[in-house]
């Protein structure tokens, strides 16, 4: 699997707070070492009309955990007749990676949500085996995750609303991806609000 | 260690009953009283406690017993059957808050205890349980409360108000008639308390019946000393 796996396919994801909104972004790529095999690899999935996780990590299980944890969600809904609240899904996920905790999956996450009634927001992040964070502003995964850290703090200002938060955000992944030759090759970014939730597809530059 | 038989012991009749279940609902109607009374705000549980002998000492023994911050649960039946029920019931809450980091609806514990219920009804070797439950709890995410009954065939039932045990039907018949969607926390209490009496032999004390109540602040069981005073009211 090479020297290092959590950089053997590559990726990062983003995720900034604003007022009564949230941004999520991911790049693109799906490599293997320093090769890019794909370009539409996105790593945000959705578990519930305002709760979305991004998985960056080892390929294989990203898709595994995204999928794991997608059954178990599925479960939930069926038998309580309600949707998942973000600290619940949270718990839930970080219970699911602890399991293997002594063969762990090698994937960190970001666990973003909204309370519509509310506006109250959350992100949160946690490690390949669970551990848990709090809800803080700003959190980011991923083999670029400190270049787009440093760019995040730059461009966050507390209480932007839906289109500053995107600005910052996108700003923030484009031009931390540059630095890092295993993320980029474009990036997806959801903007969600209470009544609302924006994708949009973004180009940057693909090398 | 202890050999399992690997069939079970309640099987069908040819009228097509499970006869072990029916039996065990003969247990729980010869038990003492209890009575659940859902209100607009909470819930309330009621039961009769009677020491067979004036040189019992049962200030520590109780049977209305709470299960997590917003659950608590009472039977009628045997005490021994139900004394496993409220560990597994506090262990499924407690699982249930490691997982999702949140108090467990009613719905959802109900729904588990009655499943306990039900596997010893089909599993190899076991007898079902001698008991029936009143589960009452409160509701977060919905903001109401919640009141079931837990039979030992696994069934359960929701219920605005309702009485288990000696004279259940003549408890039911009372609460129907007293029964209202406007009844506040404080007025259940006094129903579940005339209901009781109604089955009652001799005089009431606050040593002698145990209620607990459910609301929004979580379940709790009333102290001898508060149920006194909801007695002197009734006079």
Redesign the interface.
């Known amino acids: 699997m090479g020297d290092d796996i959590l950089s053997y396919n590559g990726g990062v994801a983003l995720a900034m707070k604003g007022k009564e909104c949230i941004a999520i972004a991911c790049d693109k790529r799906y490599g293997v070492q320093n090769r890019t095999i794909a370009t539409n690899f996105t790593k945000i999935f959705q578990y519930s009309d305002h709760c979305f996780v991004s998985f960056c990590g080892l390929a294989t299980d990203v898709q595994t955990v995204s999928e794991r944890l997608k059954f178990r969600t599925n479960l939930y809904e069926l038998r309580e007749q309600r949707k998942l609240k973000p600290n619940v899904l949270y718990n839930m996920l970080t219970n699911l990676l602890y399991e293997r905790r002594f063969g762990p999956y090698f994937v960190f996450a970001l666990v973003v949500g909204l309370d519509p009634k509310t506006g109250e927001t959350f992100i949160y992040d946690s490690d390949n085996i669970g551990a848990v964070s709090d809800n803080v502003n700003l959190a980011t995964v991923g083999t670029a995750s400190e270049y787009i850290f440093g760019l995040g703090e730059l461009f966050f200002k507390p209480n932007m609303n839906a289109d500053e938060l995107f600005e910052a955000t996108s700003q923030a992944l484009l031009n931390g991806v540059d630095r890092d030759s295993a993320s980029g090759w474009g990036a997806v970014v959801y903007v969600i609000e209470k009544d609302k939730i924006t994708v949009r597809e973004l180009k940057g530059r693909q090398d | 260690m202890s050999e399992r038989y690997g069939f079970s012991l309640t099987t069908f009749s040819p009228s097509g009953k499970l006869v072990q279940i029916e039996y065990a609902l003969n247990a729980v109607n010869a038990g003492s009283p209890a009575v659940g009374i859902k209100a607009s705000n909470g819930v309330v549980l009621a039961t009769e406690k009677k020491s067979k002998s004036l040189l019992h000492d049962d200030r520590t023994i109780h049977k209305v017993e709470s299960i997590c911050k917003n659950m608590g649960l009472v039977y009628s039946g045997m005490g021994p059957d139900y004394r496993l029920l409220v560990q597994k019931a506090r262990k499924l809450a407690q699982e249930y808050m490691?997982?999702?980091?949140?108090n467990v609806?009613p719905?959802?514990l109900v729904?588990r205890v009655a499943d306990v219920m039900q596997e010893y009804t089909q599993s190899g070797g076991v007898r079902p349980f001698g008991v029936s439950l009143l589960i009452c709890g409160y509701d977060y995410?919905e903001d109401r409360p919640f009141l079931y009954q837990c039979d030992p065939s696994g069934s359960y039932f929701p219920w605005k108000a309702t009485a288990i045990g000696r004279n259940f039907v003549n408890g039911k018949t009372f609460l129907e008639k007293r029964y209202s969607d406007q009844l506040a926390l404080e007025d259940a209490v006094h129903t579940a308390i005339l209901t009781l009496k109604e089955s009652f032999e001799g005089q009431m004390t606050e040593d002698n019946i145990e209620i607990g109540i459910c609301d929004k602040e979580g379940f709790r069981r009333l102290t001898p000393a508060e149920v006194k005073d909801y007695l002197a009211q009734i006079g």
């Open positions: 490691l997982v999702y980091e949140q609806p719905t959802q729904k995410d």
